[in-house]
């Protein structure tokens, strides 16, 4: 049966994204000093810290970006002005903010832009769980955001942590060591230049494995390449691979919550599929008589495969962290998987351990990446996008566009734009949560079909914004 603690909240997600004025799919972002500054940083600190009541402790993380420290000042004088503790923690990774936030203090802010280019910067919020803020705990912090601040009486302090990191390498290390084995392998690591460069080598190298280092020094600029690691982007890196032969390569983004995956061939493995296959080979060993997958809607029919194989319930989301985290919650999901890679073993994305697990799971298989990537069912997938003109009503776009689907399909969702499955495949057309555009993702069993259903959502797409 479906989660429907979680799946009747549907309406009520669609009715607060269409309320929301500041966070997007999961905190905000933005071109620094082009509408996303100090002052505005400095403004959720400060409403952040008036939500949670006086003496408060709000743990602060950050990626490399060259913007990071200044933001992060903004974010401190807002949090003591207005009542609350700042706990800096230095550059690091989404779950080790996450990971802290639950062990020593009451919430939590990510200052990061991910995986966009260097000039943004963006801001996540984590609750006491760790776990980014519900839908409505958003729509809570924007009435305070939005209102009159009223400043506390007695400013907070500014307090400091450095040991975070080394708690979150020790985290990995004990977790991957408990379920997986480690045969001898060499990986090449890139880092990105973000937050992850030097977790991921350090815990691969304690794990036991030969580490390659490249691009693994914290770079603000990411002057070695776009800090999305994507197919396109990781060309030095799937080289490299064959250039040293090693067994598979790691790459993170700005931030380290998204890794990408390079077979021994230096060929890019989609990311949910190595999200697939790290799920299906975690739920593999838990010891939960009733296994749960929760998955966002952009992601492959891979995962139907893989939960039919462990008897597992697959519950999907709208796209975005915070989804996940609540399906994990209300629905007892064990992970949390999103279609570019990432993975929730707990309540962030993971990143570095993901590299860990990945290996550990070729160790245990005896197989190389290629071997294993092989021995799933293979989708075809394109993923597209279209810029929206300036001043697009999308929920009236997405609405037209619900009228122009071709008839013969299986079901259809609106839970987050528009999903529309066939019997050999499916596409989705939906709001991105950081650009003005429209993101088409599209799957078939063969190419073939794959690139039908992009034609069939793009035609409509057209149809839709010219109606």
Request: hydrophobic share 35%; with cysteine.
């Amino acid at each position: 049966m479906p989660c429907e603690k979680f799946t009747r909240k549907y309406d009520d997600y669609k009715n607060i994204r269409k309320q929301k004025k500041l966070f997007g799919t999961f905190g905000f972002r933005g071109v620094v000093n082009q509408g996303f500054d100090a002052d505005k940083v400095k403004r959720v600190g400060a409403a952040l810290a008036l939500y949670l009541g006086d003496n408060k402790i709000i743990a602060i993380g950050k990626d490399p970006r060259k913007s990071s420290d200044m933001l992060e000042e903004a974010l401190i004088e807002g949090i003591t002005d207005y009542g609350c503790n700042a706990l800096t923690l230095g550059i690091i990774t989404p779950n080790t903010l996450s990971l802290e936030v639950a062990r020593q203090a009451d919430a939590g802010v990510m200052i990061t832009a991910s995986h966009n280019p260097p000039e943004y910067n963006g801001i996540k919020c984590l609750s006491k769980r760790g776990m980014g803020f519900s839908p409505e705990e958003d729509l809570e912090l924007e009435r305070i955001y939005f209102g009159e601040l009223k400043s506390s009486t007695k400013k907070e302090k500014r307090l400091s942590d450095s040991s975070a990191g080394e708690r979150y390498r020790n985290h990995i290390v004990q977790y991957v060591k408990k379920l997986f084995p480690a045969a001898h392998m060499k990986i090449v690591v890139d880092g990105g230049g973000g937050s992850a460069s030097s977790v991921t080598p350090e815990t691969l190298e304690r794990l036991g494995y030969e580490v390659v280092r490249f691009n693994c020094k914290y770079d603000g600029m990411f002057r070695e390449r776009n800090p999305e690691p994507t197919d396109a982007n990781l060309e030095k890196l799937k080289k490299l691979v064959v250039k040293e032969n090693a067994d598979m390569g790691v790459a993170h983004d700005g931030d380290g919550d998204r890794t990408a995956f390079v077979d021994e061939n230096g060929k890019f493995v989609q990311g949910d599929v190595s999200a697939a296959i790290i799920a299906d080979h975690v739920l593999r060993q838990s010891r939960d008589k009733e296994k749960k997958i929760a998955v966002t809607i952009a992601f492959s029919n891979l995962i139907e495969h893989v939960a039919k194989t462990l008897g597992a319930e697959v519950i999907y989301t709208p796209v975005g962290e915070p989804y996940l985290a609540q399906a994990k919650l209300m629905c007892g999901a064990q992970v949390g998987l999103e279609e570019h890679g990432s993975v929730l073993l707990e309540w962030s994305r993971e990143g570095p351990m993901l590299a860990g697990i990945m290996a550990g799971i070729l160790s245990k298989e005896g197989m190389t990446l290629s071997e294993l990537v092989a021995s799933y069912p293979k989708y075809y997938q394109i993923k597209d996008a279209k810029t929206l003109p300036a001043g697009t009503d999308i929920n009236a776009l997405m609405d037209r566009l619900k009228q122009e689907v071709p008839q013969g399909y299986e079901r259809a969702t609106d839970m987050d734009g528009v999903r529309v499955d066939y019997p050999d495949g499916w596409f989705l057309v939906r709001a991105s949560g950081t650009e003005p555009k429209v993101r088409v993702f599209s799957e078939g069993k063969t190419e073939e079909k794959a690139r039908g259903l992009n034609r069939d959502a793009m035609e409509g797409l057209e149809r839709a914004m010219s109606g």
